[in-house]
């Protein structure tokens, strides 16, 4: 079994900056990528940003200049520094993992979501 938990969200002004955490424990054989999606009420949720094992990302057009992921490969944990938030950021955000469970078995993980509320 594993486990990604999230902290971090929060209330925060628009222009102010929050970090994201999330961290993976359990049966993990390695993790080939970790990211963050997102959704507000009435919208689907999108992808923020990924982050593989080998340091290739993948950020929305959206947050880009803005927020930054990286990773601690040791710790299984992903992080995403938000700066410059605005209003239009406001939305759970979830933690997703791609573990490998062992030799040739990947299966994709979420979080349980953490607030973010941005007030104008």
């Known amino acids: 079994q594993v486990q990604l938990v999230e902290s971090g969200g929060g209330l925060v002004q628009a222009g102010g900056s929050l970090r994201l955490s999330c961290a993976a424990s359990g049966s993990i054989f390695s993790i080939s990528a970790m990211g ?4 507000a009420p009435g919208k689907q949720r999108e992808l923020v ?3 593989t094992s080998g340091g290739s990302t993948n950020t929305a057009d959206s947050v ?3 927020f930054t992921i990286s990773r601690d490969n040791a710790k299984n944990t992903v992080y995403l520094q ?3 938030l605005k209003p239009e950021d406001t939305a759970v955000y979830y933690c997703n993992a ?3 469970l062992r030799a040739s078995y990947e299966r994709n993980y979420w ?3 953490t607030q973010v509320t941005v007030s104008s």
């Open 49 to 51: 940003a990924t982050l």
């Open 111 to 113: 979080g349980q979501g």
């Open 98 to 100: 791609a573990v490998v």
């Open 82 to 84: 938000m700066n410059s």
């Open 36 to 39: 963050w999606y997102r959704q």
């Open 64 to 66: 880009k200049g803005r």
